[in-house]
């Protein structure tokens, strides 16, 4: 593309974010035909939030539905925010309430958690999500703007340091004010409920309040002069659209939305709703009293009217707290004694823990805490670790690298293949050159397992179920064990329970993986860049042996987070031996096209129906290829267990309680749809799944009987194990994405320690 192109691409974006002015006429015809536009700042971010629709994800092993809203989708996910879906939809719960007027209408919404949980995230979410819906057709937001120019009167009318009488000087409110306050209050009120005879949903639109004092002033002026004229239809001259237009405007920092930060400072007054500017009022003819065009409206309640005012890291912010008490409820605050001003917009404050201390320094005094007004109006929503894992993994992965996309799979199967992946990091070397380090396969999923694993609550756990298997469960929703399959509802988790609420953040994680990229390492090769290979053991051992002296942990969290490294480096190995396995047998491996004839014979045969075959005949099913199958693939069955090919009474019942219940299963979870035993997936079956590529090494010892561990790490020419460990190392890069360098020290890893058995 030229520069030209660009240069129209940037045009073609303006054009459609802005509108022309309307007058106030215009605006109510508008609004009437499409109430949305004319929303109050809850109903507003509501709006927003649902426009961006939902997914379907899994979190603590149970199935939610997530607002797409908060993965960010407007910046390719830059600012998603990873789990807590069930904290996020009591948020969006808590606004359909406020905008309803449920009840909750005086409610601060209330976010805290832990460091590094994702309230940063939502702030910069909220803020980029409310800018695109701003410029859609569907989230159109508005105020209005004023000209004095043309209108003969005193010169105190003034908009700055000289009189103004060019048509082209338009003050658009510093405040966002909504167009309709504009009408006296009665005629308001028929206004909003023609609106809301017109409205598609159950949420009312709602305008209270009164102009700003800026653009009260230009109506006071406008007013008077035509009053003093004689005009008889006086609210049409004062609006008239050479005096008053109607625009849009795009939400942003400053413009609905106020963002109140930690070092911000300055009074009370200043930091909610702004500061008089004296040596502008001294300019200015005050006309008896305090001039509202010498006031900065950058207060963080001014610059957030209309839409949203956000108190972040609010324990900084402890002396604006209860002074936010009338807010919600009477919607107004004073710039001064004797001015002051409407305000509509969501009230939310984010803190970590620390805020909940200050505001129960008092709590000891019961009935005379005087905080307790304040904490009756906060509504508390708690952020927490990730506990599962491979929300874990796509959050680690974005702080080492600029990955910003969503996970969104379909399936398990899709997600366990984006949380096993190596990963690549150019760092500089000593010589001030790049070169690449590499995190081998299932480097960060260890890293991410070892962090959830620290977060899980223990004291829940039932006596058959380890960490590792709980953090699984809540990834995927069930467990394997053996030939059944548990789903999360099979365990009985303690309502309440603290997963989450401590362990070791994902900041502590990156940064020892940081460290280690940074790390000279004694491997060596002589013709592979083993050096500069991170695996998953050097990870695991960093982050144990750094917990010690890293302040954010207690002694006791250090030693009880220490003692978790044990389990997830088990089935870490127990993954990198998995995929040595399935390297080593790839050519052995049964096809899935024969385990699938074989899942619809059994099939056809339980409901005594017919199978076509590749002629598209109707034939029964084959007793011999079943049998074939469960004797020397399954490995379940003898020749003993068979009467010629018919299966004897614990044939039948494996087909029917292990095969057959699989597939109902399917079908019930799949129950809006037509049932096709086509569409199952082998590996949800259980005793299927183990045919399709889990071996073990007794496997290993009766195809290859000349094979030796021993000898992996250099195997003699011309041997079994020298051409095995040749196709194992093509089958890994292949089948799992490991490079020359992670396959040799990952195979050497796994030999090592199946030497020891071998025997």
């Not at 849009?248 to 500017?277: A, C, Q, Y």
């Not at 194990?721 to 890893?749: G, V």
Request: charged share 30%.
């Amino acid at each position: 593309m030229s520069g030209d192109d660009f240069m129209a691409a940037a045009d073609r974006a303006l054009e459609a974010t802005y509108e022309e002015p309307m007058g106030i006429e215009d605006y109510v015809g508008l609004v009437l035909d499409r109430p949305a536009l004319a929303a109050q700042a809850s109903k507003y971010l509501l709006a927003a939030i649902e426009d961006a629709g939902t997914r379907t994800v899994i979190e603590e092993g149970e199935q939610k539905e997530r607002y797409r809203f908060f993965d960010d989708p407007w910046n390719d996910g830059e600012h998603a925010i990873l789990g807590n879906t069930e904290v996020l939809n009591g948020l969006v719960d808590d606004l359909r309430s406020i905008a309803a007027g449920r009840g909750k209408e005086e409610k601060i919404i209330w976010l805290d958690g832990p460091t590094a949980t994702g309230k940063s995230e939502l702030k910069r979410c909220l803020i980029n999500g409310l800018r695109e819906y701003s410029k859609t057709e569907a989230g159109r937001r508005y105020t209005v703007e004023w000209n004095v120019a043309g209108v003969d009167g005193p010169a105190s009318m003034t908009y700055g340091d000289q009189p103004r009488e060019s048509e082209d000087d338009w003050y658009e409110s510093p405040v966002q004010s909504h167009p309709l306050t504009v009408f006296p209050p009665e005629v308001r009120e028929d206004i909003v409920a023609a609106i809301n005879e017109n409205r598609e949903d159950h949420i009312p639109v709602s305008v209270e309040g009164e102009l700003d004092p800026f653009c009260q002033e230009a109506y006071d002026y406008l007013e008077e002069q035509y009053r003093r004229d004689g005009r008889e239809a006086l609210f049409s001259a004062v609006t008239d659209p050479r005096h008053l237009r109607v625009k849009n405007f795009v939400v942003d920092v400053g413009r609905g939305i106020g963002v109140l930060h930690s070092e911000d400072d300055g009074t009370p007054k200043e930091r909610l709703v702004g500061t008089w500017m004296a040596g502008m009022l001294r300019e200015l003819d005050s006309r008896g009293r305090k001039n509202p065009q010498a006031f900065s409206y950058d207060g963080v309640l001014s610059q957030g009217n209309s839409l949203l005012t956000i108190v972040e890291d609010a324990a900084q912010h402890g002396d604006l707290l209860q002074k936010l008490l009338n807010v919600p409820d009477e919607g107004r605050v004073k710039l001064d004694k004797g001015i002051g001003m409407s305000v509509d917009t969501q009230l939310v404050i984010i803190s970590n823990p620390d805020l909940e201390d200050q505001l129960n320094q008092h709590a000891d005094r019961e009935g005379q805490d005087p905080l307790k007004a304040l904490k009756r109006r906060l509504d508390r929503r708690r952020f927490t670790y990730l506990t599962n894992l491979s929300l874990e993994a796509e959050l680690l992965r974005r702080e080492l690298t600029n990955e910003t996309a969503v996970w969104t799979a379909d399936a398990w199967e899709e997600l366990a293949e984006w949380i096993r992946e190596p990963l690549s990091i150019s760092v500089r070397d000593g010589d001030d050159g790049v070169l690449e380090r590499e995190l081998a396969p299932h480097a960060i999923e260890a890293a991410a397992l070892y962090s959830v694993v620290s977060r899980l609550d223990a004291g829940d756990l039932p006596d058959d179920l380890s960490l590792v298997e709980k953090a699984l469960l809540f990834d995927r929703g069930y467990l394997h064990e053996g030939d059944e399959r548990l789903e999360v509802e099979d365990f009985d988790f303690a309502d309440g329970a603290a997963d989450g609420a401590a362990g070791i953040p994902v900041t502590f994680t990156r940064d020892a993986i940081a460290d280690l990229l940074h790390e000279p390492s004694e491997r060596y090769h002589e013709d592979l860049s083993v050096e500069r290979v991170i695996m998953p053991r050097d990870v695991m051992d960093a982050m144990a042996d750094g917990l010690a002296e890293a302040p954010v942990f207690s002694n006791t969290e250090a030693a009880e987070f220490e003692e978790r490294v044990v389990p997830v480096k088990n089935y870490v190995f127990e993954a990198q031996e998995q995929d040595v396995l399935d390297a080593l047998m790839f050519e052995k491996r049964v096809d899935e096209a024969t385990v699938e004839e074989y899942i619809e014979h059994v099939y056809a045969w339980t409901e005594g129906e017919l199978i076509e075959n590749d002629r598209g005949e109707y034939v029964e099913p084959d007793p011999l290829k079943m049998k074939v199958f469960e004797i020397e693939h399954l490995g379940r069955f003898e020749e003993a267990d068979y009467e010629g090919d018919q299966p004897t009474a614990a044939v039948a019942d494996f087909r029917t309680d292990k095969v057959i219940t699989a597939l109902n299963r399917h079908a019930w979870t799949h129950r809006d749809e037509e049932f096709r035993v086509a569409d199952v997936n082998p590996k949800e079956i259980p005793v299927i799944e183990t045919v399709l590529g889990s071996y073990d090494w007794d496997d290993v010892r009766r195809t290859f009987e000349d094979f030796d561990p021993h000898q992996w790490a250099n195997p003699p020419g011309g041997t079994e194990t020298a051409a095995l460990k040749a196709q194992t190392i093509e089958n890994l890069q292949e089948l799992f994405d490991y490079s020359p360098a992670t396959a040799e020290l990952t195979s050497r890893h796994v030999m090592d320690q199946v030497s020891h058995r071998w025997g």
